[in-house]
């Protein structure tokens, strides 16, 4: 039930955002507005870690009999092409558009992976189905954080607080950039690793981006 | 020989030499095999490894840390093992890599070589504990005079929060000074909490602690002390108010069950109900006095006294004859409770101001009729109206004053009939119906009750309203009164009053007449032995009459009637509306008393009879004269044409 209202968050806080609340005049309206919108994604995004910390924990736990396994150090993600900061300062350092644009770019690289994930999931009869609905939800609930980040973004420009730079990552080169075969070698293990810190980074940076942009809310 | 020997002893030698060296080799060896116990990173910006070291093989033992980055082959060595004490190795921030996984492993290493840990893999993320909360304050806040612990703190100062690289959930925990459970309390992300229900006097022990998004909990932070003041006087004076309110309520309602005790005993236990005669004291009754009791019965206005004007005009006997069983019994006395006032056969109607119209007999035409002509001779009659009205009233307060009740006893062995008071109760009522204005139909009764008295054929008919046709005897003796013309020199003072007697006795007639006239009744020979004489006539050309005693005496509830003329009956009417009386012979007596008086003329006949025998003593009346009698009544209504309105 929970993770169906979280998911009904972010569908809500793309209808909301389609019919203006405020007025061109209040500004103030605006910026409580898109703390709400900061802070909705950033509910929805935590709930997202949140599950692939399950997911994975499961994993370790049935399938990996021994946790640290000296030689696994390649373990290499497909979205280790993307450059993300990896401290606190890189990340402060990063402009609001470029911190941006990772987050996207990551949230539209891992759209594929993760419902093929749910796909092989539901197809394990290891599996419980309480972990293939959790595989599920986390596909669905990733499609909708990107959206619900893209009109974050489309606000933020809006408002001027960022430039139109940043691109339009929904568009269909942006998805084919992502579309490569590399996560079809990663195993499934090695997935649910990476999305788990994946998600752990657009957790964080959509907070130090609110942060900087509506630091008066709640930082 | 001696070459053995020799052998022998450079073996031993060498074996000795061996033995040495390895008794000193237990003593020192490879370090033993460290650990990474636990590496812990406060702000997710540097971290820190701790080791344990294993034995140390009896040599000194180095030990050093390295590491390896994720996806490369380099190998570090740890660059601070001092600054987070022995056996660790501090990461600062540029050597601090988030979202990297970490390679670490210890190695121990002395003279003798070089021992090597398990490798740890960690990513910095995921082992952040923080410092505990800063800056705890712990006040006692009121909120509508009951107090509240108010506790605020804030974020170790290493911790950014306010730039959102972490985001810290707080939690505290409070307990009495002295006691061992502890009340946790989940505050999230706000640094501000307030505790409730809290015990009154009671020293608190507070600490705060807090956690990352996924992490560890800090430690507590060092307790705080708070004592939380009395309220315990107010804890009582609520009491006491509610004590106070209760107890009130119940004084309340005792009082309100006492008062109403008397209406709840009679709820329960009804009393049983005495007797409820109006008038009826039981006191008296206790006392034992029946005279008294009864006495009280008796109503003492009844019958009502008249004024003393009247008490000369009134009449004080009259005889009246009634025929057959209506016999009406008029006594002095008051005491009428025996049966002599009992009528015979003939139930009583109490309400006497019924006529005989009620009685489905002849006269219901006749009264109507009667009605009718009595409207016409009102405007007549008005003039002398009053004076009858006088008359009348002087009549009635005299009969009245003989009479109680309103029987009609049609006792056959009284020959006389009284029926003067009783008749003349009601009569107030009406007046001189025909010459007042009363309701028409209750004169029409009165004319009708006085019709029925004269014809002997209806007699049976008013039978079952006696108490009517004593109102018609009376009306009849009145008549007759009127009429009669015993004393002529009474009616023939003067010329006006004689007018005015004529009017008047034409109005009586008339109105007997009337009531006579359509029913062609015989007068009966109902004879009036007491006369009214004029008296006088007033300035108002009213005639007041004077009761003239009867030569008889006056005894004891008897009236006597005088043998004379009767002239109240009306024989008819002719086409010129002049009334036909008929002059009728008395002969009859009729007496109250147990025919005593049989004397009076030769036709006596018992009193008991006397009713029965009016009709016969009617027959042997003389017959109609239709002239004028010396009685001017009944010749002036002959001479004197009713005018018809």
């Given at each position: 039930m929970r993770q169906s209202a979280r998911l009904q968050t972010i569908l809500d806080l793309t209808a909301v955002d389609a019919a203006p609340l405020c007025t061109n005049a209040q500004a103030g309206c605006h910026v409580l507005s898109l703390a709400n919108l900061f802070d909705r994604v950033i509910q929805h995004s935590a709930r997202m870690h949140g599950i692939s910390n399950d997911l994975h924990s499961e994993f370790e736990l049935y399938f990996l009999p021994s946790k640290n396994q000296i030689g696994r150090v390649s373990r290499n993600c497909h979205t280790s092409s993307i450059l993300t900061p990896n401290g606190k300062e890189n990340a402060q350092r990063m402009a609001r558009e470029e911190l941006t644009e990772v987050i996207l770019k990551l949230l539209v690289a891992w759209r594929d992976p993760l419902w093929h994930f749910h796909q092989s999931m539901a197809h394990h009869?290891?599996?419980?189905n309480f972990s293939s609905n959790k595989s599920l939800e986390m596909s669905d609930m990733v499609h909708e954080l990107r959206k619900g980040v893209q009109k974050v973004v489309e606000k933020m420009q809006m408002l001027g607080i960022i430039s139109n730079s940043v691109s339009n990552l929904a568009s269909p080169e942006a998805l084919l950039a992502s579309d490569?075969?590399?996560?079809?070698?990663?195993k499934d293990y090695d997935l649910l690793y990476c999305f788990r810190r994946d998600s752990n980074k657009v957790q964080n940076y959509l907070k130090i981006l609110k942060c900087r942009i509506v630091p008066e809310h709640g930082c | 020989m001696m070459k053995k020997f020799g052998e022998v002893i450079l073996l031993l030698l060498l074996l000795l030499l061996f033995f040495v060296p390895h008794a000193e080799g237990t003593r020192y060896s490879l370090p033993g095999k460290p650990a990474l116990t636990r590496c812990r990173s406060p702000e997710k910006e540097t971290f820190t490894c701790w080791w344990e070291p294993g034995s140390d093989g009896g040599l000194p033992t180095t030990y050093a840390l390295y590491y390896r980055k994720e996806n490369s082959e380099t190998v570090y060595e740890c660059p601070d093992y001092h600054t987070a004490g022995k056996n660790s190795c501090f990461f600062n921030k540029n050597d601090t890599s988030i979202w990297v996984n970490y390679n670490i492993t210890v190695v121990a290493s002395n003279a003798l070589g070089s021992t090597f840990s398990d490798p740890v893999d960690i990513d910095v993320v995921y082992i952040v504990k923080p410092n505990p909360p800063e800056k705890v304050a712990v006040t006692v806040m009121e909120d509508k005079g009951w107090p509240f612990l108010r506790v605020s703190w804030e974020p170790p100062h290493k911790a950014d929060t306010r730039s959102g690289w972490i985001t810290l959930i707080y939690e505290l925990r409070v307990k009495l000074d002295g006691e061992n459970e502890w009340e946790m309390h989940l505050a999230g992300q706000q640094k501000m909490f307030n505790i409730f229900s809290l015990r009154s006097g009671g020293r608190y022990l507070v600490q705060v602690r807090c956690k990352p998004d996924h992490g560890f909990w800090s430690e507590w932070s060092s307790a705080s002390h708070i004592k939380v003041p009395d309220y315990f006087h107010r804890e009582r004076s609520v009491w006491i108010l509610i004590t106070v309110f209760f107890a009130f309520i119940f004084l309340i309602v005792s009082w309100c069950i006492h008062i109403n005790s008397h209406s709840l005993k009679h709820c329960i236990l009804p009393p049983v109900p005495g007797p409820k005669i109006r008038g009826f004291d039981k006191q008296l009754l206790k006392n034992g006095k029946s005279e008294d009791i009864f006495s009280a019965l008796v109503v003492s206005d009844f019958p009502p006294t008249s004024s003393s004007n009247y008490e000369d005009l009134l009449v004080e006997y009259l005889e009246v004859y009634i025929p057959e069983e209506q016999e009406l019994i008029l006594e002095e006395s008051k005491d009428l409770h025996d049966g002599c006032l009992k009528p015979k056969g003939s139930t009583f109607d109490s309400d006497s101001g019924r006529g005989s119209c009620d009685s489905h007999t002849l006269l219901m035409d006749k009264c109507g009729e009667a009605k009718d002509d009595e409207q016409q001779t009102d405007q007549d009659g008005s003039q002398t109206g009053s004076e009858a009205q006088r008359q009348q009233a002087a009549w009635e307060q005299e009969a009245l004053t003989y009479a109680h009740e309103d029987m009609i006893s049609p006792d056959m062995s009284s020959g006389r009939v009284k029926t003067w008071p009783s008749v003349f109760s009601p009569l107030p009522q009406y007046s001189l119906s025909p010459l007042s204005q009363p309701s028409s139909l209750e004169t029409a009764k009165q004319h009708c009750l006085s019709d029925s008295l004269f014809p002997p054929a209806s007699l049976s008919s008013y039978l079952t309203q006696p108490g009517q046709s004593t109102k018609e005897a009376l009306r009849s003796s009145y008549s007759d009164f009127c009429s009669s013309n015993k004393q002529p020199h009474l009616l023939h003072p003067q010329p006006d009053a004689r007018h005015h007697l004529q009017a008047h006795s034409d109005v009586n007639i008339s109105s007997i007449g009337h009531k006579e006239a359509p029913a062609g009744l015989q007068l009966p020979t109902v004879q009036s032995t007491e006369y009214v004489e004029v008296h006088t006539v007033n300035e108002d050309d009213m005639v007041l009459l004077h009761p003239v005693p009867s030569g008889h005496s006056h005894g004891k509830g008897c009236l006597q009637m005088h043998q004379g003329e009767d002239y109240s009956k009306v024989n008819g009417v002719d086409k010129n509306n002049v009334l036909l009386l008929q002059r009728d012979v008395i002969e009859e007596q009729v007496d109250m008393c147990p025919c005593e008086n049989q004397d009076m003329n030769g036709a006596t006949e018992s009193c008991c009879t006397s009713a029965q025998k009016s009709i016969p003593c009617i027959h042997t009346t003389?017959?109609?004269?239709?002239e004028k009698a010396v009685n001017g009544y009944v010749d002036t209504a002959t001479m004197f044409p009713l005018p018809i309105h």
């Open positions: 009869h290891d599996f419980n490569s075969a590399e996560w079809r070698l990663m | 003389l017959p109609v004269q239709e």
